[in-house]
């Protein structure tokens, strides 16, 4: 079976993911310190839990195309749904990209926080249903959208630290700092 052939990308794949989630966790602890406003945690949910929801599902992917499957069916329909899920995810982001006030988002973070997530989780559903009678290609085609999303929370998640650390760490300073009087 062509699935077997994956077990090292997958293994390489889902051992990333694992890691950045964690990593993900020990620089939010770090940042923890931020006051934290209504509008941050909106933001919060917007920008940050997809970076987690992005590698918790290439962890969900790796294990499931880790099992020793007897043939294709079963796996594809569950990296389908999940493809189906990622999608309505992706609504959802896109929702709270759209009512949160903190930041207003820019082009980039709307084909990082919706677009390319969309295609990836579309390249999954679609991929299902092409499984049956072209498994090879599905295959790969499940690889680039994992690899995607493994990409897209890559570059979220340094995009949040970087927010945090360059933006709200400034106003943060600006603000505890005492205003100098004209002499």
């Known amino acids: 079976m062509t699935l077997a052939e994956w077990g090292n990308f997958y293994v ?3 051992s990333s993911a694992g890691a950045l989630i964690g990593l993900q966790f020990v620089v ?3 940042i923890a310190d931020t006051p934290i406003t209504r509008g941050d945690a909106q933001a919060g949910g917007a920008f940050t839990t997809p970076s987690v ?3 918790g599902v290439v962890l969900l992917l790796s294990a499931i195309l880790s099992v020793p499957w007897s043939g294709i069916a ?15 995810y992706t609504v959802i982001v896109a929702r709270r990209l759209r009512v ?20 990836a989780y579309a390249a999954l559903a679609v991929s299902a249903g092409a499984a049956y009678s072209h ?6 085609l499940v690889a680039a959208a994992a690899l995607l999303l493994l990409f897209i929370g890559i570059h979220n998640a340094w995009d949040t630290v970087t927010y ?6 400034r ?3 600006e603000a505890e700092q005492p205003t100098k009087s004209k002499e």
């Open 53 to 55: 929801v992005h590698f």
């Open 74 to 88: 079963t796996v594809a329909a569950l990296w389908g749904v999940v493809g189906l899920c990622g999608i309505v």
């Open 12 to 14: 390489i794949v889902g």
């Open 164 to 169: 945090y650390v360059f933006v709200k760490k």
């Open 28 to 30: 939010i602890t770090l």
């Open 100 to 119: 949160q006030t903190t930041y207003k988002p820019v082009f980039e973070d709307w084909l990082f926080h919706v677009l390319l997530p969309c295609a």
């Open 171 to 173: 106003q943060q300073r």
């Open 135 to 140: 498994e090879r290609p599905a295959l790969f």
